[in-house]
């Protein structure tokens, strides 16, 4: 399995920017993809996740009504991270990561993820 982030870049505050995950290697899309970000000094934070079977998400307090997560095509290989009104503390390199789906159990915790991506830095200026 393999994920690859594009996307990140230098945005001003209150600006927009969107992120891209391609999957490969999964054998059908019963599997999950979440976004995570880690800042300079800090614990790699979860974000929100799909469940690309059954279309179920979670999100972190943090990021509803801001970022959105969704899947570009019917092949499920490319998941979006939609980031809008974007704030300095929201400065971190983000990772895209993926595992087998569970039933319905959505999580956004970092150890619970098996397969990830390299990472693409985001910049917010002030």
């Known amino acids: 399995v393999q994920l690859v982030e594009s996307g990140g870049g230098l945005v001003q505050a209150g600006g927009s920017l969107r992120l891209s995950c391609t999957v490969s290697g999964f054998a059908d899309n019963n599997f999950t993809v979440a976004w995570f970000r880690q800042a300079p000094g800090k614990k790699r934070e979860g974000l929100t996740c799909?469940?690309?079977?059954?279309?179920?998400?979670?999100s972190a307090d943090s990021v509803k009504g801001r970022f959105t997560i969704s899947t570009a095509n019917t092949e499920h290989t490319t998941v979006h991270l939609e980031m809008n009104d974007l704030r300095p503390e929201d400065t971190a390199v983000y990772y895209c990561?993926?595992?087998?789906?569970?039933?319905?159990?959505?999580?956004?915790?970092?150890?619970?993820?098996?397969?990830w991506g390299q990472g693409t830095p985001v910049t917010i200026s002030s």
């Open positions: 990561a993926a595992r087998e789906s569970i039933g319905y159990y959505y999580t956004i915790l970092p150890y619970e993820y098996n397969y």
């Open positions: 799909l469940n690309l079977k059954d279309g179920g998400q979670y």
